[in-house]
């Protein structure tokens, strides 16, 4: 089972690299999805979105995709520069509750200079 | 722009001691909520709120716990009797609606607590 204070999988890269973090998910029934970056100490910082009705979505350097079939979500980080170095949660509605998002367990990526 | 606020940043604490953790949401947002973080672990739902009454709790969420609106900014977590086990990090968020729950939830930077 799991561990106190559970080891993060982790991703490194090299800056000016292209990063891709990826994330399953729980519920069928989830149709919004979210990325979040943690800094170290800070609360989760909304990154990019995506809906059920959509596979792919373009944000600022960052992109994400949405495969329904396998229950499967990835983050795409363009040229990955230093300051993206943190955790990145991915999490979803749970089926379009009230606002109960469930958190995935977070990606630690490093970016090296 | 405009972002969620929590005080204190830091909160130490007796085992058996009522802490109240506080938070202003973003000014037009109407859906509140609070989540936790044990250390090392994932962002866990505790409880979501909208027009002064729970919408949403979790199992975490037991009668320890309760939340509150008392003026037209602040929205406060209460928890009543701490434990060595409630320790972690809280955040709350907020959203201008919820459509289901489709809408962004933003984040304030935290407040850690620390159960002795």
């Known amino acids: 089972g799991e561990s106190v204070g559970l080891h993060l999988p982790t991703l490194s890269v090299q800056e000016g690299d292209n990063s891709i973090i990826n994330c399953a998910y729980s519920?069928?029934?989830?149709?919004?999805f979210i990325w979040y970056k943690q800094e170290s100490g800070k609360g989760p910082q909304f990154i990019i979105d995506?809906?059920?009705?959509?596979d792919k979505r373009q944000g600022q350097r960052v992109t994400v995709l949405l495969n329904k079939t396998v229950k499967h979500l990835s983050l795409q980080i363009a040229a990955t520069q230093p300051g993206d170095s943190a955790v990145y949660f991915c999490?979803?509605?749970?089926?379009?509750?009230?606002?109960?998002?469930?958190f995935g367990k977070g990606t630690k990526l490093s970016v090296k200079p | 722009e405009p972002e969620v606020t929590q005080t204190p940043s830091h909160q130490v604490t007796q085992m058996g001691q009522e802490v109240i953790l506080r938070c202003v949401p973003i000014?037009?947002?109407?859906?509140f909520y609070w989540y936790r973080q044990i250390l090392g672990q994932k962002v866990e739902f505790l409880v979501s709120?909208?027009?002064?009454?729970?919408?949403?709790k979790s199992e975490i969420f037991d009668d320890q716990f309760s939340v509150e609106r008392p003026d037209g900014s602040n929205f406060t977590l209460k928890i009543r009797s701490t434990k060595l086990e409630d320790s972690a990090m809280y955040f709350c968020?907020?959203?201008?609606?919820?459509?289901?729950?489709?809408?962004?939830?933003?984040f304030g930077p935290g407040t850690r607590l620390l159960v002795l």
């Open positions: 968020a907020s959203s201008a609606r919820t459509s289901g729950g489709r809408e962004t939830q933003y």
């Open positions: 519920n069928s029934a989830s149709d919004y």
């Open positions: 995506i809906r059920s009705n959509m």
């Open positions: 999490a979803e509605n749970n089926g379009g509750s009230q606002g109960n998002l469930i």
């Open positions: 000014s037009n947002h109407l859906y």
């Open positions: 709120f909208y027009n002064n009454e729970i919408s949403e």
